[in-house]
């Protein structure tokens, strides 16, 4: 009986090595399999240049992730492109994107001219790049991004567009509830041959469905008739984020240069106020910015408070904040590639007096809360 039971033992253990062996043999040959179905892949995946897309993946984790600036060839009609005539419409350009580990981007994709004062009063309006709408794109991006450029050409407005970058940066020092960009150096190419390219400074903006996902929210079109119908403590951020960079030109009511998003798990709450577009922030100082006549200031760099009223412990909180990251957005100014040393200094200077401000009991109280909008 024992020597009959020892046989069934082996010949059961015989049995299962030989399943594990036929079974690791199948494993390999379907990764060899997925090895050379990817293999490939990526063959297909290379154009004519060699060059090949970004894996998928969302944007933030490689276009948004670092602070190196990329190099973004624009290749397009640029004549239809500064019409003034064609409103903004779509056209075909190509897009040659360099990344800091030297791998190439390049897709076929339709852009757009945007910004109503840009498009009328600029040599180079800021443009739109519409990666959903061409046949040919590809998936290395999705959905749209803002790319904001020069005015015109020329040293002070190259240091226009490194401010307003600036204070995008800034603000998404203080809160993760704001848009990303990156800085770009852009080149133009007229697709025709009738023109020489143009050079210049830019940046781009995270889409802000990409910015609500993120803060695990989504972009809502809800009107908001008052600025109080939104989330408290990020609209107090806000309004001391504005006063700082000398920002008026905003509205919660009008939609105008905020977006809205509500989180997804709690859609009864107030949205959240998301600010963009700086250019006419007195921290940017732009020759084209002109103060809003009710205002009854004769430049952008005068600081108007637009917020409404705080308690001292909600000023206090909103506050300490800006104190925490105080070095860091000095560092940030002072630090900035591209800035000449006059204009660190001045952009710093003009921070500082922010600081000032908050530093002083006397100041905040008369600002920010005898001085708050009613």
Known sequence: MILKAAGISIV?????ATMLLINTEAVCAQHAKADTASSLTEKKKKNSDGEKP???????????GGDEPLELDVE????????????????????????PDSSVIRED????ARGEYRRENCQMPSVMLDFQTHPDASSAFKGKLKVVTSCREGH????LVLKEYLAYRIFSLLTEKSFKVRLLTMRFTDSEGNRRPLIQPGF?????DDMAKRNDSRETDIKVPHAEMTH???MTLIALFQYMIGNTDWSVSAKHNVKLISPKKDSMSYPIAVPYDFDYCGFVNASYAVPEESLGIESVTVRVYRGYPRTKTELDAAIGLFKLHEQSIRSMIMDMKGLDRRTRKEAWDYVREFYEIINDP?????VFIQHARM
């Open 156 to 159: 002070a407005y190259d240091m």
């Open 76 to 99: 397009t009609d640029m004549r239809r492109l500064l019409r003034k005539a064609d409103k903004g419409e779509l056209q075909a350009a190509t897009i040659r994107l360099v990344l």
């Open 232 to 234: 408290r403590r990020q």
């Open 362 to 366: 006397k100041q905040v109280r008369e």
């Open 54 to 64: 970004q894996p998928k993946g969302e944007k933030d984790n490689w276009l948004f």
């Open 12 to 16: 059961y253990l015989v049995l299962v």
């Open 204 to 208: 781009i903006i995270e889409d802000v």
């Open 109 to 112: 994709i339709e852009l757009r």
